[in-house]
């Protein structure tokens, strides 16, 4: 009786085991490499996860959410529909959210063993198998590259890239006429709808081909099909088109070198750095695709050392990106960029967790991780929480740093100057156009405190996926105010924009790198210059945060130098948050408001208020978030000060009404605006006190400027002057200067004097 119950026992126990890994007993289709799942979750990944389960507190919390989602989803029913909508509309989210249930289905069907998942996953794709033979292109027509599921063949490649991942985890759950059914029907086809027929979409250098090289990648990882992945990697073969070929949103079809693919979308838009040309918004949207794909080649295809490429670049990518983020971890909007996007986002979860695994084990991309309270379920994000669990989180550190741009980093660059921990940063951008996605605003900066914006950039005119809103894509006012020069806080020549506001010119150029320094504690400072934005005119910003004993927090110094062969107007915008408090010249609010201007995005501002300058120092404070903050500037008596407000010529209310405050000086050739930009004190509507709320700075000036040097002084109300000198020419650390000035000699080594 004992011996039955043993073998009966041992029969149950096999059945179940059959029963619950159904894919060791399906039969293959006859790939070269059988172990499924092998892109992103592993068949040894996937073991060593099931041996963890409820010992790694966030892992566990990470599965139970998703399973939570999934499970709902699948009570809801497999939803279908026929593709009509924009982004936003009910068609177009419905088919993004099956993408992303697929993935997390199939991974659920991997780690928890329940057919309900595979299940799930299966009858999801046949019903996808059932009707893509059958879709039109879709019927929304703005789009350069049309797509058959969604309007554009990008999110058609986001679809295929998730579920390329859930085909991979239910791979031996099918069996081989299964398999046919949907490789013939639904994946080859898919795969060469956004390739071979939309070559201007797959073969160019833009974050949208990155999606489509990754997809048509990923599924020919999980096919062994060596065609596809050939395809993937470099391009299309003989698409016939060139490196000058250019699709209408602004993108060039290929690189410099002609060349297309993943390896191309590596090698192009990333500089050595790790900044990405487009801006951190579209960096971190590329991030998934990018990483997503090399970890498939690191599995799958491991002699590519796809890690290892333009020396670790993709690595280094995530560390440059998590320096694009404020206190509050969001990114800056540098370009397109929508304000609020942060590193809690899913790719960016995706990024951590593959940049500690595959990265050296990091331990400061840890603490990120804890605070997104969340991982992958799978490899890289078992290997966070083994971490996290055995101790080894350590803080990340954001730090001031200067990040290249340009595929060999000599294309500018965007400059971050932090104090403290991030009581103070100022983001500094000198860099190439950005592709597609690029703003026309050399030298323009944005301030932060805490994360909260101090003097900000207005980001994208765009509410992505607000159906009601354009159908949640890019407005008109995106290019006729958000990529405007005005638009920014940066030099306006003769209200026209940088490169006349015109991609062809403004991406054969770049600013170039000054200097930048951060060895001294009193002072951090970065200068550059712009010698191409408008013909004639040369422009020098220099930028210092500023750390004095009697102030009670660091303040910016910015110097602004133009020389031209010309006369002309020149603005110089500062876009604030809050209540204006006060001003030190007279000022007239206009009775009726009337736009500044009639193009280049001056149609765009309000004028709500003009004044006149003082002849040495304006100043001009307002309150936000209970902070005090002030402008001052030296100007003289022909300067004009305009205060603004977005919003002008804007029918469908698609602009925020954000404030601005312009110095503007017209009929000068050569010229320097000094400004410094404090925050001083605060403001409790509680106790109804203020403290600290008027300047401390009684006076700024530009005391000598020539081609060789700039000097300016900043006089406190105690008559404490701090005196910044900028060598416009010299920038070797090595190189000894001295000038002379109102009979005092300053000698000083290196770009710049300060004291």
Request: overall charge neutral.
């Amino acid at each position: 009786m004992r011996n039955y119950i043993a073998i009966l026992a041992l029969f149950n126990f096999l059945f179940l085991s059959c029963n619950a890994n159904q894919e060791q007993k399906k039969e293959s289709v006859g790939n070269k490499n059988d172990s499924h799942p092998k892109l992103i979750l592993t068949k040894k990944g996937v073991e060593e996860i099931r041996s963890h389960l409820g010992k790694l507190p966030l892992f566990d919390a990470s599965l139970e959410r998703v399973k939570k989602e999934v499970d709902r989803e699948i009570e809801l029913g497999i939803q279908v529909p026929i593709p009509k909508d924009y982004s936003g509309g009910y068609t177009h989210e419905r088919h993004k959210r099956n993408f992303l249930m697929l993935q997390k289905a199939g991974v659920l069907y991997q780690i928890l063993q329940n057919d309900k998942y595979g299940n799930y996953v299966k009858n999801m794709l046949f019903a996808y198998a059932k009707m893509y033979p059958t879709l039109p292109i879709h019927p929304k027509p703005r789009s350069y590259a049309r797509g058959k599921l969604f309007w554009q063949c990008l999110n058609d490649s986001n679809w295929l890239v998730y579920a390329s991942q859930a085909y991979d985890c239910i791979y031996n759950f099918l069996s081989k006429e299964e398999r046919l059914v949907l490789e013939n029907d639904l994946f080859k086809p898919f795969a060469d709808y956004i390739s071979i027929q939309n070559p201007q979409f797959f073969n160019r250098v833009h974050n949208h081909s990155t999606w489509g090289n990754a997809a048509v990648g990923m599924i020919a990882l999980v096919m062994n099909d060596d065609v596809l992945l050939d395809r993937a990697l470099y391009g299309i073969k003989n698409a016939g088109l060139t490196s000058n070929a250019k699709d209408n949103d602004g993108g060039f079809i290929k690189n410099k070198e002609g060349k297309a693919g993943y390896f191309a979308n590596l090698e192009e838009p990333f500089s050595p750095d790790g900044y990405y040309t487009e801006g951190p918004y579209y960096q971190r949207y590329a991030m998934y695709p990018f990483l997503i794909f090399a970890e498939a080649l690191h599995n799958v295809k491991p002699e590519y050392e796809v890690f290892k490429f333009k020396n670790n670049v993709l690595l280094n990518s995530i560390d440059a990106l998590l320096q694009l983020t404020d206190a509050d971890g969001e990114f800056f909007p540098i370009n397109d960029g929508q304000k609020g996007m942060s590193y809690y986002s899913r790719e960016l979860v995706t990024a951590v967790d593959v940049a500690y695994k595959y990265g050296g084990n990091k331990s400061g991309l840890l603490s990120i991780a804890e605070k997104q309270q969340k991982v992958t379920l799978d490899d890289a994000g078992l290997a966070v929480t083994l971490a996290i669990k055995e101790g080894k989180t350590t803080p990340f550190e954001k730090k001031s740093v200067n990040l290249s741009d340009g595929s060999k980093g000599d294309e500018g660059g965007i400059g971050i100057l932090r104090y403290g921990d991030e009581d103070l940063t100022v983001v500094f951008k000198y860099a190439a156009q950005g592709l597609s996605h690029g703003h026309y605003d050399k030298l323009s900066f944005s301030l932060f405190e805490k994360g909260e914006e101090v003097l900000q950039d207005y980001g994208l005119a765009r509410y992505v996926n607000v159906e009601q809103k354009g159908g949640g894509n890019y407005l008109k006012e995106n290019k006729t105010w958000a990529k405007q020069t005005i638009a920014h806080n940066t030099i306006v020549q003769d209200e026209t924009s940088h490169f006349k506001g015109k991609y062809e010119i403004g991406n054969k150029h770049h600013s170039e790198l000054h200097f930048f320094n951060t060895d001294n504690s009193e002072v951090q400072i970065i200068s550059a210059k712009e010698n191409n934005a408008y013909p004639g005119s040369k422009m020098q910003r220099t930028i210092a945060v500023i750390k004095d004993e009697k102030f009670t927090k660091p303040y910016v110094l910015d110097v602004f130098r133009i020389i031209s062969d010309q006369f002309h107007q020149f603005d110089l915008p500062y876009y604030y948050f809050g209540q204006p408090i006060s001003m030190n010249f007279d000022f007239k609010k206009l009775p009726s408001l009337k736009p500044l201007g009639s193009k280049n995005g001056y149609q765009h501002l309000w004028l709500e208020a003009t004044g006149l300058a003082p002849e040495t120092m304006s100043q001009f404070t307002w309150l936000n978030n209970n902070k005090f903050y002030t402008v001052s500037s030296n100007t003289s008596k022909q300067d004009e000060l305009l205060f603004t407000r977005v919003g002008a010529n804007d029918p469908n209310f698609n602009l925020r009404n954000d404030p601005g405050f312009i110095i503007r000086r017209n009929n000068v050739s050569k010229t320097v605006f000094a400004t410094v930009v404090e925050s001083h004190g605060t403001y409790s509507p509680v106790s109804e006190f203020s403290v600290n709320a008027t300047s401390n700075i009684k006076d700024v000036r530009v005391v000598h400027d020539s081609d060789e040097y700039s000097m300016i002084q900043i006089t406190d109300i105690e008559n404490s002057t701090k005196t910044l000198i900028v060598s416009n020419r010299g920038t070797n650390n090595q190189t000894k200067h001295s000038l002379k000035v109102n009979n005092k000699e300053y000698s000083w080594v290196g770009p710049f004097y300060f004291k």
